[in-house]
Structure formats: C-alpha cells, structure tokens
C-alpha cells in the first residue's frame, strides 16, 4: 500500500486548537452595550461641565431664607422619604431624647424634631429660624402644648419659646 493510498484513508490531520464560532448576536449585543455605557458617560460629562459653567455667572444671595418662606408648608412632605431612606429620623430620635434642662434648638425649620423631645424633662425650649412661615409651621406642631412665643425687634430670626 502506498503512503497516498493510507493518507486518502485516514484523511487530513485535526487542527490542534478547536474553536467555537462566536455568534454574530453576542457580538452585536457587546457593542450596543460598549456603545451604551459610553454615550451615557459623555453625557453625564458634558452636562457636568455645563452647569458648572453657567453656576460661575450665577448671583445667588448670601441669605437665602425667603425661598423657605415659600416651600414651609409643602417642606414636611418633600423631605420625608428622603430622611426615610437615610435613617434621619432615628438620628433626630436618638440625638433630641437626650436633650433636658434650657434646650436651644437653632435652624428649628418646621420643628421636625419637637415630636422626639421629651419636654418633661425640659426646662425651656427655645427654637431659632430666619424663617417665620417655617416657625409658623413649628407652632402649628406645638398646638395644644402651654408657649409663649417672641420676636426680636432687630433680628430676621424669629424665636419660639416653650
């Protein structure tokens, strides 16, 4: 028998390394994606770049109280799940329960940490805001509760004492 009758029976040798066809759809699907994540980035660059841009031309106001007199009473509802989520009021628990004796609460808001207050154990408490709508809220809050309440006469803040 000859060497090319015995190559014709046993035929061309296996390639050494088999590969697997790679399908056209993971390959689309990869680049649609590559694709994907770097617009959004480009996005997220350029709108950055943006509004830093245009917030050095701004002329904001050093006091800026009057846009809580406006938002005093929706304040409550826009921040609620947002404390929620970070775990604020258990912070504003645990931190108000320890106060006693002549307690100072400044930037009181709309008195979001009165329900926490244990005011048998307080002496006074005094709250300060530049804000009276969110002071008007507090009061609201204190209903039903013995106060008097006092304003200076050369000072924006307004003062809610208990």
């Given at each position: 028998?000859?060497?090319q009758s015995r190559q014709a029976k046993v035929g061309?040798?296996?390639p050494l390394v088999t590969t697997k066809p790679v399908r056209r759809g993971v390959?689309?699907?990869g680049g649609l994606a590559v694709y994907s994540f770097t617009a959004y980035g480009f996005y997220l660059y350029k709108t950055?770049?943006?509004?830093?841009?245009?917030?050095?031309?701004?002329?904001?106001p050093l006091d800026v109280s009057d846009?809580?007199?406006h938002s005093a009473k929706s304040f409550d509802d826009e921040v609620n799940l947002t404390e929620k989520l970070m775990g604020i009021g258990r912070l504003r628990r645990k931190l108000s329960e320890k106060a006693y004796g002549n307690i100072l609460e400044?930037?009181?808001g709309t008195g979001r940490n009165i329900e926490y207050y244990k005011l048998g154990r307080a002496t006074s408490l005094t709250m300060v805001d530049q804000s009276g709508e969110m002071i008007n809220v507090a009061k609201r809050k204190l209903r039903g509760?013995?106060?008097?309440?006092?304003?200076?006469?050369?000072?924006?803040?307004?003062i809610l004492r208990w």
């Amino acid at each position: 028998m000859s060497f090319q009758s015995r190559q014709a029976k046993v035929g061309p040798e296996p390639p050494l390394v088999t590969t697997k066809p790679v399908r056209r759809g993971v390959w689309i699907l990869g680049g649609l994606a590559v694709y994907s994540f770097t617009a959004y980035g480009f996005y997220l660059y350029k709108t950055y770049t943006q509004t830093v841009a245009a917030s050095k031309h701004l002329q904001v106001p050093l006091d800026v109280s009057d846009r809580y007199d406006h938002s005093a009473k929706s304040f409550d509802d826009e921040v609620n799940l947002t404390e929620k989520l970070m775990g604020i009021g258990r912070l504003r628990r645990k931190l108000s329960e320890k106060a006693y004796g002549n307690i100072l609460e400044t930037s009181v808001g709309t008195g979001r940490n009165i329900e926490y207050y244990k005011l048998g154990r307080a002496t006074s408490l005094t709250m300060v805001d530049q804000s009276g709508e969110m002071i008007n809220v507090a009061k609201r809050k204190l209903r039903g509760i013995p106060r008097s309440y006092s304003s200076p006469q050369r000072s924006r803040s307004t003062i809610l004492r208990w």
